[in-house]
């Protein structure tokens, strides 16, 4: 099984995480609660995104640089990773990579099995929010296109 990985993320946001370091927030916000923005199974609370639209993390100078997911999105729609890690991965023939502040949030992921679910992200354009069902935890991915 591959969890994580370590190297350089090529989308937006690596000014913002190159920079000083910031202390990061807690999520945990109930005993038994992940340590990352996770969502909570009643009432569809997003826990932790609540940076709004000017959040500098989540910066692209090229918003939909590689175009905009043709599958399908929301919680009916669950895909299977079949390989890569955070800076590169897969499913379906699509490819993605993780935003750089948020890469400490998919440490646990197993890069070639977990299912994760595609949300639009209504707040920070050019990204999408991947959940990771078997964590309760997700994090803004980029799509990069089908190649």
């Known amino acids: 099984m ?4 370590s190297g350089g993320g090529r989308s937006g946001g690596d000014q913002a995480h190159a920079g000083g370091e910031q202390a990061r927030p807690s999520y945990r916000d109930q005993q038994g609660h992940p340590e990352a923005p996770h969502v909570h199974a009643n009432g569809d609370q997003w826990v932790g995104h609540d940076g ?4 500098a993390r989540y910066h692209q100078d090229h918003v ?5 997911f043709g599958g399908e999105i929301g919680r009916n729609h669950i895909y299977r990773l079949e390989g890569g890690g955070r800076d590169h991965f897969r499913f379906g023939g699509f490819f993605w990579d993780v935003a750089p502040y948020d ?3 998919t440490s646990d992921w197993l890069w070639d099995s977990d299912d994760i679910v595609i949300y639009d992200d209504p ?5 999408y929010l991947a959940y990771n069902p078997r964590l309760g ?3 803004h991915v980029q799509y990069l296109g089908d190649q």
């Not at 709004?52 to 959040?55: E, K, V």
């Not at 707040?123 to 990204?127: L, S, V």
């Open 123 to 127: 707040d920070h354009p050019g990204w």
């Open 103 to 105: 890469y400490d949030y």
């Open 64 to 68: 939909w640089e590689h175009g905009h």
């Open 2 to 5: 591959q969890r994580g990985n």
């Open 52 to 55: 709004g639209r000017n959040d």
């Open 137 to 139: 935890t997700y994090a």
